[in-house]
């Protein structure tokens, strides 16, 4: 066999000895830079929406720069609408593992270690270029001498010495967030920081990813279009493994499908259903499903890869199924969040006022149309007022589910935008009712539609409707009134801006000073940087001063 070299760019983290100390030292400057921007953004009054999207991008990159371990928390915290600003959410979702592949003879010296034989008795053939690389780890295609084609997932050296050393930096980070960051003491910062790596440390086990395909791949042993690569297991270990290759055609590659022929709708079903599938059926479902993990077979089967991140959830039994899908068409919310705290999808408190709000706001504005989590921007600051308010934890699994569904949505609309998420699930539904022909699932679907039918028949009209809201508001206390008065919002602005233009008349003036004080003692070379300072002050001092004098020409006019 022929290997041919390449040179990849070599990372500050892919060290072979990296210290204790200069590691730590790399993650608190990073952060300490990023807490400097947040004050500094508070202090001057400029966090609007454009600024936060222009920090969270700098921490994406920040996040690159700090390795593995950094790009999944950045990953993990993209699914957390309940712990960050929509702007962060959006931005970190755009993360991607763009860590370029390592040396093909390092991977070579992983495979040969683990598996205790040289690669030439181990693989006939062994493809030296990556088919895919992430920052945990790369795949390389080979074949058996037996003739069948496999893919070897082999991780990326040093790994496991990185994140135990970054285990230890962040919780020394933990601890002191708790102690010097009062507003964080209201989240559990120790549970999701040890849930964080106890995920982490299971999804570099590829025994662990293995014995998930299995299980995976039993769960769907009766369902002929869904695929699941076979695991060879005297060719893995914890570090290396070896699948089954099942070519197919990426499943937002809308075109190539087409091209080949292959229906659209039923793809969407298929994805649709298989997931809900696993959610409510098995409780055991891919909580990371993007494009990359998901192909389509020349026949149109639905082909699902990499099983490293699994999340489990307490299955709900057929006919809870039935009823809590018709809840969601009768947008009864209390059924539906009763049904959630079952799974453990949102953990039970002595007020659920908040979490009914936000169920309520879904089924409303996203029943009958796709998900889609950019749309929380039209109502942003409602949602993440009611965390504001009484904040609350949602458990990881709920977060899975969140971070699955909106991905699997994101790969529909690039099917159909027009898709339709309820007909997309009408062939699950429906599979409920007849499997094991049992007549009680036959019963609890005849009943939930009897229930529907004449829900629908006594829908109140429009002016009901609102009256109902109106009062369900009152009840618990979202009503909000507001009264404004013009005259005393200008006055309160005028003075506002009147005292940052203080503020920064002050500074100035105390830079200049001490800028002359040192011009003549023995420090006169740190004058200029005073100089500099007193310079970068007076300049917003004058931008202020003439926003000041605008919104008091702007004031008179108005009172004219």
Not at 38 to 62: E, I, M, P, Y
Not at 164 to 175: A, G
Not at 187 to 200: G, N, R
Not at 459 to 467: I, K, M, V
Request: net charge positive; proline share 4%; charged share 25%.
């Amino acid at each position: 066999m022929l290997f041919r070299s390449r040179k990849s760019k070599f990372l500050r983290w892919q060290r072979p000895q990296y210290s204790p100390l200069v590691r730590q030292l790399e993650v608190f400057s990073v952060v300490t830079q990023f807490l400097f921007y947040l004050g500094w953004d508070k202090f001057a009054g400029n966090n609007d929406s454009r600024r936060r999207h222009r920090r969270a991008k700098w921490l994406v990159r920040q996040l690159l720069y700090l390795g593995p371990t950094f790009i999944k928390i950045g990953q993990s915290l993209s699914t957390r609408a309940d712990l960050l600003p929509i702007e962060y959410v959006q931005e970190l979702q755009q993360l991607q593992d763009r860590v370029p592949p390592f040396e093909i003879a390092e991977a070579i010296a992983v495979i040969e270690s683990e598996l205790g034989k040289p690669i030439d008795f181990l693989f006939q053939e062994f493809e030296s270029t990556p088919l895919a690389s992430a920052s945990l780890g790369q795949v390389h295609r080979a074949r058996l001498h037996t003739g069948e084609k496999v893919v070897v997932k082999v991780q990326r050296p040093g790994l496991e010495e990185l994140f135990n050393l970054d285990f230890e930096v962040l919780h020394q980070l933990v601890r002191a967030g708790k102690r010097y960051l009062p507003a964080l003491k209201k989240y559990d910062l120790e549970a999701i920081y040890e849930e964080f790596f106890e995920l982490l440390f299971l999804e570099i086990d590829y025994i662990h990813e293995g014995k998930n395909a299995d299980r995976f791949q039993e769960n769907f042993k009766n369902y002929a279009r869904i695929k699941v690569p076979k695991v060879y297991w005297q060719y893995t270990t914890k570090k290396v493994l070896t699948l089954e290759y099942l070519p197919g055609i990426k499943i937002d590659d809308r075109q190539s499908l087409e091209a080949k022929g292959i229906n659209l709708d039923e793809i969407i079903q298929l994805g649709i259903c298989s997931y809900l599938k696993q959610l409510l059926q098995d409780g055991f479902f891919q909580s990371d499903p993007h494009p990359g993990n998901m192909a389509v077979s020349s026949s149109g089967d639905l082909i699902f890869y990499d099983f490293g991140t699994m999340a489990e959830v307490k299955s709900v039994a057929k006919d809870q199924m039935i009823e809590t899908f018709f809840a969601v068409l009768r947008k009864d919310t209390d059924k539906v969040v009763e049904t959630m705290i079952y799974m453990g999808l949102i953990e039970p408190m002595r007020d659920l006022t908040p979490v009914k709000r936000i169920v309520a706001f879904l089924l409303e504005e996203f029943r009958n149309k796709p998900i889609d989590i950019k749309a929380f921007e039209q109502v942003g600051e409602e949602v993440y007022l009611m965390f504001k308010q009484q904040p609350f934890r949602l458990p990881a699994q709920m977060t899975f589910i969140i971070k699955s569904i909106t991905t699997l949505d994101g790969i529909a609309r690039a099917l159909d935008p027009q898709y339709n998420l309820l007909a997309a699930s009408q062939p699950f539904v429906r599979s409920l009712a007849v499997s094991n022909g049992k007549g009680t699932l036959v019963s609890a679907l005849a009943k939930q539609v009897r229930e529907f039918i004449k829900n629908k028949w006594q829908q109140p009209s429009a002016t009901e409707r609102y009256l109902r809201r109106l009062e369900e508001k009152i009840e618990r206390g979202d009503l909000q009134l507001r009264i404004r008065s013009l005259e005393n919002e200008r006055t309160l602005k005028r003075i506002y801006m009147a005292i940052k233009s203080l503020i920064y008349a002050c500074l100035t003036g105390l830079t200049l000073l001490s800028a002359t004080v040192l011009l003549s003692t023995a420090y006169s070379k740190f004058a200029i940087i005073a100089f500099g300072g007193a310079g970068l002050f007076s300049l917003f001092l004058l931008r202020s001063l003439i926003a000041l004098a605008l919104q008091e020409k702007l004031d008179k006019l108005a009172d004219k």
